[in-house]
């Protein structure tokens, strides 16, 4: 474990594990661990998850970004939307408009094909790979340019799951 600990706002550790559970989820601190120490409960960054804090930063940093836009769904088996998942950050993106992408979330998506086959009634082969998601590369884009775009699309996904909610 690590020595980054959060206690109660008087400083002081919570006196049952339900308290400061509470304290964890009401704060989102998903990445800490409610833990007993001898003055009561505390809340702990373990060390596997500060490490992978600072790694994540780090590579963040190096993060280089494309502006892209996916084509349309080519028949009725496509999804509606273009996912893609690299160390657990999943990101979807629509179909035919203007978006921006992390160069490595392009690399899986690139990778994301299908076989195309032939059958002449004794053996399939396989006579070529198919993009699962075709998409256009515009140009190059800038981390700031993404985080617009990531904040303006999480804004209109959680507006869209309100509106199905009611």
């Not at 515009?138 to 009611?166: C, H, I």
């Amino acid at each position: 474990m690590s020595n980054e600990i959060i206690k109660d706002g008087n400083g002081k550790a919570w006196p049952t594990q339900a308290k400061a559970f509470a304290h964890l989820v009401k704060n989102q601190l998903m990445a800490y661990s409610v833990v007993q120490k001898i003055e009561g409960w505390v809340l702990e960054l373990t060390t596997a998850v500060s490490q992978s804090v600072a790694e994540v930063a780090e590579i963040e940093t190096a993060m280089t970004y494309s502006k892209v836009i996916f084509m349309p769904k080519m028949n009725e088996y496509d999804e509606e939307q273009v996912t893609a998942s690299v160390n657990g950050k999943v990101l979807v993106f629509c179909r035919g408009v203007e978006t921006i992408a992390p160069d490595c979330h392009l690399d899986v998506i690139t990778n994301a094909s299908y076989n195309s086959n032939k059958f002449d009634g004794k053996i399939t082969t396989v006579t070529g790979k198919i993009a699962r998601f075709a998409f256009s590369r515009l140009g190059e884009a800038t981390k700031k340019e993404y985080d617009t775009f990531l904040k303006a699309g999480t804004k209109q996904m959680f507006k869209e799951v309100a509106e199905k909610r009611d």
